[in-house]
């Protein structure tokens, strides 16, 4: 045990060397380069480079001792936060399936709510980073008499066996450019918790996590306050409060919003969303009332997060981190100014801040939708016009050539399509080529022999072409026919042949017809 020990303190000393040296001799080499042209670009690198080793040690820092490790402990249904939780991958579940097994509901733990939700967050993402492709999750809670278990196991690519033992140490990443600190922080907070983890995993198979809590037998829990050291002073109006102490409302909101936390620079590189200044912009529009630009901001908002297709959950988490953190401080605004608030403030305060809330979320959810349904509006529309693409051959004859399957859905666009298009364009012969039809049922043949009815009594003729012998069985099984209704030819290349050989026919017939050079016109 004391070597296992004294390895595990050799490999954090050589991941903090090694992590640490390679930002800061970077800041070196471009304070060199400094010296000798005076770039300011230099300086934006190395800033960079210093900000990478700070939040390496400041990781470091958070596993020994954690941001929330003054929060306050209460009883807590794991089964509730799992379902949350889960929801912040909504990006993923187009190649990933999720199997939820939550048994057993309304059994607590006694913890810290935040520190928790970081805790299965780092290990469903990392569940999802495991598997490269497409794979499986699935998440798992069961209480017995004395204990709670969670596990969670994905289909990835699995953990080598001789690596097991060193999970959770700093700085040991299975990952090409882990650090680590995600799993250490797992491991930290379920000893915190008094809880055990397992893992058991096998290369190309997958990997399973497994944490066992004890029980909590008492659920009864009271909500404290958080009495914050603000900077503020006498007669110091709201609005000003808030200005004041910035910095200690994104830090609070950072640490409220431990999940979104993560993703803040990723939102900012994506869709260009600064989300601590957009949250410290709308907490003042709130304080002061202004009704109209909030529902600005709102819609504003909801474009840009559906232009970029972020995650939903991820923008109701935050904005919920919001409300609870302008609560904290507005306790603490009342208390240190001496609580001048009467209850009839306090309510009226409360009414306002909780309506605006309300008003941006239903604003931002109304933009975000509308900006969906037009864009799968005009998505649908392009489908409609590629799904019967006509291609003209000459002015009074086109293709239309069919790839793929051919539904109900497509069986109408064809219908309304062809019918308008024959009209508009006076086509008089239409070639329908079916080689590229892949499946094809006996409902959609009724409808496409009703479609060669309509296009008839428009006054033009069909041609069919590339019927595949599995179509043609099974048309005589279910006894329908083209005969009468339109021409067939074995392959659409035959069908040119023909048409160039009419249309030749048709020329050296013209030709014929004319009078001899020089004859000249009886009138």
């Given at each position: 045990?004391?070597?296992?020990?004294?390895?595990?303190?050799?490999?954090?000393?050589?991941?903090?060397?090694?992590?640490?040296?390679?930002?800061?001799?970077?800041?070196?080499?471009?304070?060199?380069?400094?010296?000798?042209?005076?770039?300011?670009?230099?300086?934006?690198?190395?800033?960079?480079?210093?900000?990478?080793?700070?939040?390496?040690?400041?990781?470091?820092?958070?596993?020994?001792?954690?941001d929330l490790e003054n929060e306050s402990t209460e009883p807590i249904d794991l089964t509730v936060e799992l379902e949350s939780i889960i929801q912040l991958f909504q990006d993923q579940f187009y190649r990933v399936e999720v199997l939820m097994d939550?048994?057993?509901?309304?059994?607590?733990?006694?913890?810290?709510?935040?520190?928790?939700?970081?805790?299965?967050?780092?290990?469903?993402?990392?569940?999802?980073?495991?598997?490269?492709?497409?794979?499986?999750?699935?998440?798992?809670?069961?209480?017995?008499?004395?204990?709670?278990?969670?596990?969670?196991?994905?289909?990835?690519?699995?953990?080598?066996?001789?690596?097991?033992?060193?999970?959770?140490?700093?700085?040991?990443?299975?990952?090409?450019?882990?650090?680590?600190?995600?799993?250490?922080?797992?491991?930290?907070?379920?000893?915190?918790?008094?809880?055990?983890?397992?893992?058991?995993?096998?290369?190309?198979?997958?990997?399973?996590?497994?944490?066992?809590?004890?029980?909590?037998?008492?659920?009864?829990?009271?909500?404290?306050?958080?009495?914050?050291?603000?900077?503020?002073?006498?007669?110091?109006?709201?609005?000003?409060?808030?200005?004041?102490?910035?910095?200690?409302?994104?830090?609070?909101?950072?640490?409220?919003?431990?999940?979104?936390?993560?993703?803040?620079?990723?939102?900012?590189?994506?869709?260009?969303?600064?989300?601590?200044?957009?949250?410290?912009?709308?907490?003042?529009?709130?304080?002061?009332?202004?009704?109209?630009?909030?529902?600005?901001?709102?819609?504003?908002?909801?474009?840009?997060?559906?232009?970029?297709?972020?995650?939903?959950?991820?923008?109701?988490?935050?904005?919920?981190?919001?409300?609870?953190?302008?609560?904290?401080?507005?306790?603490?605004?009342?208390?240190?100014?001496?609580?001048?608030?009467?209850?009839?403030?306090?309510?009226?305060?409360?009414?306002?801040?909780?309506?605006?809330?309300?008003?941006?979320?239903?604003?931002?959810?109304?933009?975000?939708?509308?900006?969906?349904?037009?864009?799968?509006?005009?998505?649908?529309?392009?489908?409609?016009?590629?799904?019967?693409?006509?291609?003209?051959?000459?002015?009074?004859?086109?293709?239309?050539?069919?790839?793929?399957?051919?539904?109900?859905?497509?069986?109408?666009?064809?219908?309304?399509?062809?019918?308008?298009?024959?009209?508009?364009?006076?086509?008089?012969?239409?070639?329908?080529?079916?080689?590229?039809?892949?499946?094809?049922?006996?409902?959609?043949?009724?409808?496409?022999?009703?479609?060669?009815?309509?296009?008839?009594?428009?006054?033009?003729?069909?041609?069919?072409?590339?019927?595949?012998?599995?179509?043609?069985?099974?048309?005589?099984?279910?006894?329908?026919?083209?005969?009468?209704?339109?021409?067939?030819?074995?392959?659409?290349?035959?069908?040119?042949?023909?048409?160039?050989?009419?249309?030749?026919?048709?020329?050296?017939?013209?030709?014929?017809?004319?009078?001899?050079?020089?004859?000249?016109?009886?009138?």
């Amino acid at each position: 045990m004391h070597l296992t020990q004294l390895a595990s303190v050799g490999q954090i000393a050589a991941g903090i060397a090694h992590e640490v040296k390679n930002p800061l001799t970077a800041v070196k080499g471009f304070l060199q380069l400094l010296k000798e042209k005076n770039d300011e670009s230099y300086i934006d690198i190395a800033q960079s480079e210093l900000e990478n080793a700070i939040e390496i040690l400041q990781n470091l820092l958070q596993v020994s001792k954690p941001d929330l490790e003054n929060e306050s402990t209460e009883p807590i249904d794991l089964t509730v936060e799992l379902e949350s939780i889960i929801q912040l991958f909504q990006d993923q579940f187009y190649r990933v399936e999720v199997l939820m097994d939550l048994r057993d509901p309304g059994n607590f733990i006694s913890g810290r709510r935040n520190q928790l939700k970081k805790m299965f967050f780092n290990l469903i993402k990392n569940a999802f980073e495991a598997i490269p492709d497409q794979g499986t999750i699935k998440i798992g809670h069961h209480a017995s008499e004395d204990e709670i278990s969670v596990y969670i196991e994905d289909t990835g690519s699995g953990i080598p066996q001789e690596k097991l033992d060193m999970l959770g140490t700093p700085f040991f990443s299975t990952k090409e450019n882990g650090t680590g600190m995600g799993l250490t922080l797992v491991f930290s907070v379920a000893y915190q918790h008094n809880g055990v983890v397992s893992v058991k995993s096998e290369e190309g198979v997958g990997t399973r996590f497994t944490i066992v809590f004890p029980k909590e037998t008492s659920t009864k829990s009271k909500k404290e306050v958080n009495r914050l050291e603000l900077d503020t002073f006498k007669g110091v109006n709201l609005t000003d409060f808030f200005r004041h102490n910035r910095d200690m409302f994104e830090q609070r909101l950072q640490i409220e919003a431990v999940t979104v936390k993560d993703k803040i620079n990723e939102i900012l590189e994506i869709g260009n969303i600064n989300l601590l200044d957009n949250a410290h912009k709308l907490v003042l529009y709130i304080v002061e009332g202004k009704e109209y630009e909030v529902i600005s901001f709102a819609k504003a908002e909801g474009i840009t997060w559906a232009k970029h297709s972020l995650t939903l959950a991820f923008k109701l988490e935050w904005i919920q981190a919001v409300r609870r953190v302008m609560w904290d401080f507005l306790y603490n605004y009342d208390r240190i100014n001496g609580k001048t608030s009467s209850k009839e403030d306090f309510y009226g305060l409360e009414k306002q801040i909780n309506e605006l809330l309300d008003l941006f979320l239903s604003h931002f959810f109304m933009s975000y939708s509308q900006f969906k349904d037009n864009l799968i509006r005009s998505q649908r529309e392009m489908v409609m016009e590629l799904s019967v693409p006509f291609i003209p051959l000459s002015q009074s004859i086109s293709i239309l050539p069919l790839i793929g399957s051919i539904d109900n859905i497509r069986s109408d666009i064809m219908e309304e399509k062809v019918i308008d298009q024959i009209g508009r364009e006076n086509i008089q012969m239409l070639i329908i080529d079916l080689s590229g039809v892949i499946g094809i049922e006996p409902e959609v043949i009724h409808r496409l022999i009703n479609l060669i009815d309509g296009i008839k009594m428009m006054g033009c003729k069909t041609i069919i072409t590339g019927l595949r012998p599995e179509t043609v069985k099974m048309m005589i099984r279910n006894g329908l026919s083209f005969e009468a209704k339109a021409v067939t030819k074995g392959t659409l290349q035959q069908a040119l042949a023909d048409y160039l050989a009419n249309s030749m026919r048709d020329i050296h017939s013209n030709h014929e017809m004319l009078p001899p050079s020089g004859t000249a016109l009886s009138m």
